[in-house]
């Protein structure tokens, strides 16, 4: 069955980075676009950052544009999330996922979960 194992969260201070990866498995990973969500506490789930089957083209929440970068090894089944001059406000569990028609910037056409990772910043 597909897995999606997110890994990388922890523990990090305001200004500080830190870089998620989601390690796919049972489905082929160039064929799906991957994207990164993430709830806080007390609020609904968010979209981060998504990007396209070849890793050409990504698209990013306008809270974290310019801060985070998605990437993708398809030789490795993997997606990554480079978080870069981290703020609280980013405290939350992160989310991988992986649709085939999916709609940029939305969980639309989202057809695997990862089981999420803690990442807290702290001021």
């Known amino acids: 069955q597909v897995q999606l194992v997110e890994s990388g969260g922890g523990l990090v201070q305001a200004g500080g980075s830190l870089r998620l990866s989601c390690a796919a498995s049972?489905?082929?990973?160039?064929?799906?676009?991957m994207g990164w969500f993430r709830q806080a506490p007390g609020k609904e789930r968010e979209f981060v950052a998504t990007i396209n089957w070849s890793g050409i083209n990504a698209y990013y929440a306008d809270s974290v544009k310019g801060r985070f970068t998605i990437s993708r090894d398809n030789a490795k089944n993997t997606v990554y999330l480079q978080m870069n001059s981290m703020k609280p406000e980013d405290t939350a569990v992160y989310y991988c996922?992986?649709?085939?028609?999916?709609?940029?910037?939305?969980?639309?056409?989202?057809?695997?979960w990862g089981k999420g990772t803690l990442v807290t910043v702290s001021s």
């Open positions: 996922a992986a649709g085939r028609a999916v709609v940029f910037g939305t969980t639309t056409g989202m057809n695997y």
């Open positions: 049972g489905l082929t990973f160039s064929n799906y676009a």
